[in-house]
C-alpha cells in the first residue's frame, strides 16, 4: 500500500518538473507540424492570412511534379552516398589514429602524431555550412580564378579558354556538393569513432594480436562489432544530413533557392522553399514539408531496425 | 530594427519568438529532424485582422488622403546598390511636415522580415519591396494584401497642384505597377536595360559602338583575337541573358512580339520566327566561342567585376550597375550604355531600348497607418523628394524632369540619360517576370541550357513555349493583359 503510493507521489513529482518542457514542445515543436498538415491541404500563399481548402489538390499535383521527383531521386542518391562515403573514412582515419600504429612491445597505438591528426581532421567542423559554400564556391569558381580551375590550369590539363564549370555541369555538380559534405563530416565522425574504440579495452585488440590477428582482420573482427553502435547513429545522423542539404545547395548553384543547372541539383528542401516564398505556393510547399517528414520517420526507423544487433558488453 | 518598437507585442511578437526558439532549440540539437524547421517556417500567424485606425481628419486638396498630424508612420526599405540614406532624408522630410514620428527599417531581408507581418495582418505603412528577397508582388497580390495606389495617381501633384501625379510620371511607370489589373506598385526608379562596354577599352582598341548584329559579332570575333571574351554574362543568375534575349525578340517583331509573351498567347515562342532567329543570334556568340571564359558558372558580382578589369568587352545589365561596381570599377574605365544592336530586319530601330521602373515602392492593405504611407509616395513624386534621391543613390526616378539640372551624374548613368533621350518614344517593357514568377523561372533555366550549349535554338523555343502554356493557368492569367 505504502509502496503504491510512494510511487505515485514520485511519480506526481517529475510530472511536475516536465509539464512546463513539456507544453513547450507541444507549442513550439508539434504544434507547427499540425499547422503544417493542415495547411497542405489549402491554397495558402504564404503572404496572406486567408485561404482555401483545397484537398488532396496539392498532394496529386505533388506526385505530377516532375522537378520534385527528381529531388526526390537526388536526395535519395545522396541518402546512399553521404553516410557510407562518410562513415567508410572517418572508420579508416580513425582506426589509423588508435590502432594503426606499429605493433610493438608497447602494444596497441595509432600511427605517428595521430594526437596532431585528430585535432586537424576537426577543423572542418568548426565552419559553419554558410563558410563553407562560400569556400567551396571559390574552390569551383568556374574561371581561371578557381582554385581546381588554376591548378589544373597550371598543369596544362584544362585549356584556359574553356574552364571547367564544376557548378554548372548536370553530370558534376551533384558530386561536387557530396563532396563538400563529405570533407566537412569526415573530421566529427573521426572523433566519435575514436572516442568509441578508445572505450575498447586494450586487453582485447592484444588478445586478437597474440592471436595472430593482422591490422584488417583486428578491424573486422574486433573493432567494427565493438562499434556497431556508434556507425549505426551516424548513419541516421548522415541521413538525415542527406535528406536536407538546403544550405549547400542553394548558395553554390544556380537558380532561385538554388538546384541548377537545370533542376540538376535540386533537393527536396530547395523546390518546397522556391514554391514557399518565390512562387508564393505555400499550401503546396507545406505539402512537400509534411512528405519529407514522413520520408525521414521512415528513413530513421528503417536505419535503427535494419543495423539492429546484438550488444557486444565489454 | 525600430519597426518592432512601432507596433504592438501581441501575435507578432509570438511569430518572432516561437521561430527564435526554434532556432535555438534547433542548434542545441533538440530538432535533429531537419524537416522540422521547414515544417516550422511555413507556420502562418493567426488569422487576425488589425483594422486600420481609420483616420477621421478633413480630406482638402493640400490633404487629400487625410492624414493625421503626429502619429506614427513605419517605412521599410530595401538597402541594396542604393543604400537607405536617401529614405532617411525623405522619413526626415516627411516627419517635419506631418509631425509624425517614422520608424526606420533597412534590410536586404525583405521576405523574412516582412512574412510575419503580412500574415499576423500589421504590415509596415510603406515598403520598398526589392532585391533578391523581394516578395513577390503577385504573390501580394493574390493574398488581396496591396493597396490600389490609383488614388495617388489622381491626387494634386505637390509641385503644381494643378497637375495631377499621374501627369508628371515617365511613360511606362503606372504600366510597370500593374499586376492583376491593379496599379498596386510605385516602380520609382528609372531603368534602362541593355549592353556595357568599357569606352576607355574602346577607344584604345579603335572600336565605334555597334549598331548592327553583325557589327556587335564582329567586334565579339576582335575581341578574341585581342585574348579577352566578347559577352560576358551572370552565369549564375541566367535573368540577364534572358534581357539580351527578350531585347532582341522585341525589337525583331515590335511591341507585338513582346505583347505575345506577356499576353501568354500559344505563338508567343513556337512557330515564331522572329523569336527563333533571337535566339540563334545569342546561340552564335556560344557556338563560335565568343563567351568570356567560364562566365557561365559566375555570379553577377564576380562577371561584372572581371568585365570591369577588361576580360569581356560587353556585359548585359540595367542601368544599376554603375552603382553595384563602384568600389570595382577603375577610374578611368568611362562605362557606356549600349542599346541592344539590332537583327537585319528589325521593326523597332537600333536606338530603341528596354526602359521601365523599377524598385517597388508599396503600401499594404492593411497598414495601420495607411493615409501617411500614400502621402508618403506622393511625397517621393515631388521634385524636392526626387532630386534627393537622385543624390544620394546616383539614380533617375521615374518624375518627369525629376532632377535638379545642377546635380552632376556619373559617365554610366548620364550615357543612359543620353540614350534614353535618343529613344524618345522608342521604349518598351516586358511584364511576363513580375506576372508569372514560375514561367521567368523557367525561361531562365532554359536560357542557362542553351548558353552551357547544353540545348539547341529549337529546343529553347520548345521549352519557353510550354512555360508560356502552363502560366497561361494561372488564375491572374486574366487579369493580366496589355495592350
Redesign the interface.
Known amino acids: 500500500m505504502s509502496h503504491v503510493a510512494n510511487s505515485k507521489g514520485r511519480g506526481g513529482f517529475i510530472a511536475g518538473f516536465l509539464i512546463l518542457p513539456l507544453a513547450?514542445y507541444l507549442t513550439?515543436?508539434i504544434?507547427?507540424?499540425i499547422?503544417?498538415f493542415g495547411?497542405s491541404f489549402t491554397n495558402?500563399?504564404?503572404?496572406?492570412?486567408?485561404f482555401d481548402f483545397v484537398g488532396l489538390d496539392n498532394y496529386s499535383a505533388l506526385l505530377k511534379d516532375e522537378v520534385f521527383r527528381g529531388a526526390l531521386l537526388h536526395n535519395l542518391l545522396l541518402l546512399v552516398f553521404v553516410p557510407t562515403v562518410t562513415i567508410l573514412i572517418s572508420l579508416f582515419f580513425a582506426f589509423m589514429l588508435n590502432a594503426g600504429g606499429r605493433s610493438g612491445a608497447g602494444g596497441v597505438k595509432g600511427v605517428a602524431g595521430s594526437a596532431l591528426y585528430k585535432v586537424i581532421y576537426f577543423f572542418p567542423q568548426v565552419l559553419s555550412l554558410a563558410i563553407l559554400a562560400v569556400l567551396f564556391g571559390a574552390v569551383?569558381?568556374?574561371?581561371?580564378?578557381?582554385l581546381l580551375?588554376g591548378f589544373l590550369t597550371k598543369l596544362g590539363l584544362v585549356d584556359?579558354?574553356?574552364?571547367i564549370?564544376?557548378?554548372?555541369q548536370?553530370n558534376f555538380v551533384l558530386w561536387c556538393l557530396l563532396l563538400v559534405v563529405v570533407w566537412h563530416g569526415v573530421g566529427f565522425y573521426l572523433v566519435l569513432f575514436s572516442a568509441a574504440m578508445q572505450s575498447v579495452p586494450k586487453d582485447i585488440y592484444e588478445a586478437a594480436l597474440l592471436d595472430g590477428a593482422g591490422r584488417a582482420q583486428t578491424f573486422f573482427k574486433v573493432t567494427l562489432p565493438l562499434l556497431w553502435d556508434s556507425v549505426q547513429t551516424s548513419a541516421v545522423?548522415l541521413g538525415?544530413?542527406a535528406?536536407?542539404m538546403?544550405v549547400l545547395v542553394s548558395t553554390m548553384t544556380?537558380?532561385?533557392f538554388g538546384g541548377?543547372?537545370?533542376?540538376h541539383s535540386e533537393v527536396m528542401?530547395t523546390v518546397?522553399?522556391?514554391n514557399?516564398?518565390?512562387?508564393?505556393k505555400?499550401g503546396y510547399?507545406?505539402a512537400m514539408?509534411?512528405v519529407?517528414?514522413v520520408l525521414?520517420?521512415i528513413l530513421?526507423a528503417i536505419t535503427l531496425r535494419a543495423t539492429r544487433r546484438e550488444h557486444v558488453e565489454f | 530594427m525600430g519597426s518592432t518598437s512601432a507596433h504592438g507585442e501581441n501575435s507578432n511578437g509570438e511569430g518572432f519568438g516561437r521561430r527564435d526558439l526554434i532556432k535555438r532549440s534547433a542548434a542545441l540539437g533538440l530538432i535533429a529532424v531537419p524537416t522540422m524547421s521547414f515544417l516550422s517556417a511555413c507556420a502562418s500567424g493567426s488569422d487576425e485582422t488589425t483594422k486600420g485606425n481609420e483616420s477621421k481628419v478633413a480630406v482638402t486638396k493640400e490633404n487629400p488622403f487625410g492624414v493625421a498630424k503626429g502619429g506614427k508612420l513605419d517605412v521599410v526599405v530595401f538597402k541594396g546598390g542604393y543604400g537607405d540614406d536617401y529614405a532617411k532624408a525623405w522619413e526626415a522630410a516627411f516627419d517635419k511636415k506631418w509631425g509624425t514620428t517614422s520608424s526606420h527599417l533597412s534590410t536586404q531581408e525583405i521576405t523574412s522580415k516582412l512574412q510575419p507581418r503580412f500574415n499576423g495582418g500589421n504590415p509596415p505603412d510603406v515598403v520598398d519591396d526589392s532585391g533578391a528577397q523581394q516578395i513577390k508582388l503577385d504573390v501580394l497580390v493574390k493574398g488581396d494584401q496591396l493597396t490600389d495606389l490609383t488614388v495617388v495617381l489622381d491626387a494634386p501633384s505637390l509641385d503644381d497642384p494643378s497637375k495631377k501625379v499621374r501627369d508628371t510620371l515617365m511613360p511606362g511607370t503606372i504600366e510597370s505597377g500593374m499586376v492583376g489589373g491593379k496599379f498596386v506598385a510605385l516602380q520609382y526608379v528609372y531603368t534602362v536595360w541593355g549592353l556595357w562596354y568599357s569606352g576607355k577599352l574602346f577607344k584604345e582598341k579603335g572600336w565605334t559602338a555597334p549598331k548592327t548584329w553583325p557589327e556587335f559579332m564582329d567586334i565579339c570575333q576582335k575581341a578574341k583575337a585581342a585574348g579577352i571574351g566578347g559577352l560576358a554574362h551572370q552565369g549564375k543568375y541566367p535573368y540577364y541573358i534572358n534581357v539580351a534575349i527578350m531585347d532582341l525578340i522585341a525589337k525583331k517583331g515590335g511591341l507585338d512580339a513582346m505583347k505575345a509573351i506577356d499576353n501568354l498567347e500559344p505563338n508567343a515562342f513556337a512557330d515564331n520566327p522572329v523569336a527563333l532567329e533571337a535566339v540563334e543570334a545569342i546561340y552564335e556568340i556560344v557556338e563560335k566561342d565568343l563567351l568570356m571564359p567560364g562566365t557561365n558558372g559566375l555570379t553577377h558580382t564576380e562577371s561584372q567585376t572581371q568585365w570591369n578589369q577588361g576580360k569581356a568587352a560587353f556585359i548585359t545589365s540595367g542601368s544599376w550597375l554603375e552603382n553595384e561596381q563602384l568600389k570595382q570599377t577603375p577610374e578611368d574605365f568611362d562605362m557606356q550604355f549600349l542599346p541592344m544592336p539590332v537583327l537585319p530586319g528589325s521593326k523597332l530601330p537600333f536606338e530603341a531600348i528596354r526602359a521601365g521602373a523599377g524598385e517597388p515602392f508599396i503600401v499594404p492593405e492593411k497598414a495601420a497607418n495607411k493615409a501617411g504611407g500614400l502621402e508618403f509616395l506622393r511625397s517621393m513624386l515631388s521634385r524636392e523628394w526626387s532630386t534627393l534621391f537622385a543624390q544620394q543613390a546616383n539614380s533617375l526616378t521615374v518624375l518627369k524632369d525629376g532632377v535638379d539640372p545642377t546635380v552632376k551624374l556619373r559617365a554610366g548613368t548620364q550615357s543612359a540619360v543620353t540614350a534614353l533621350k535618343a529613344a524618345g518614344d522608342n521604349t518598351f517593357n516586358y511584364r511576363y517576370a513580375d506576372w508569372y514568377s514560375e514561367m521567368g523561372t523557367e525561361l531562365e533555366n532554359a536560357s542557362n541550357e542553351l548558353m552551357a550549349k547544353r540545348i539547341q535554338p529549337k529546343e529553347w523555343i520548345k521549352r519557353a513555349q510550354a512555360a508560356v502554356d502552363k502560366a497561361t493557368k494561372d488564375p491572374n492569367a486574366k487579369n493580366n493583359k496589355r495592350s
Not at chain 1, 514557399?276 to 508564393?280: E, Q, S
Open positions: 513547450l513550439f515543436v504544434w507547427p507540424y499547422q503544417t495547411y495558402w500563399t504564404g503572404q496572406s492570412p486567408t569551383y569558381r568556374s574561371d581561371e580564378g578557381g580551375n584556359p579558354a574553356h574552364p564549370e564544376w557548378l554548372n548536370p545522423y538525415i544530413a535528406m536536407d538546403f544556380s537558380g532561385q541548377g543547372p537545370d533542376h528542401a518546397l522553399m522556391r514557399f516564398l518565390y512562387f508564393g505555400a510547399a507545406c514539408g509534411v519529407m517528414l525521414t520517420l530513421s
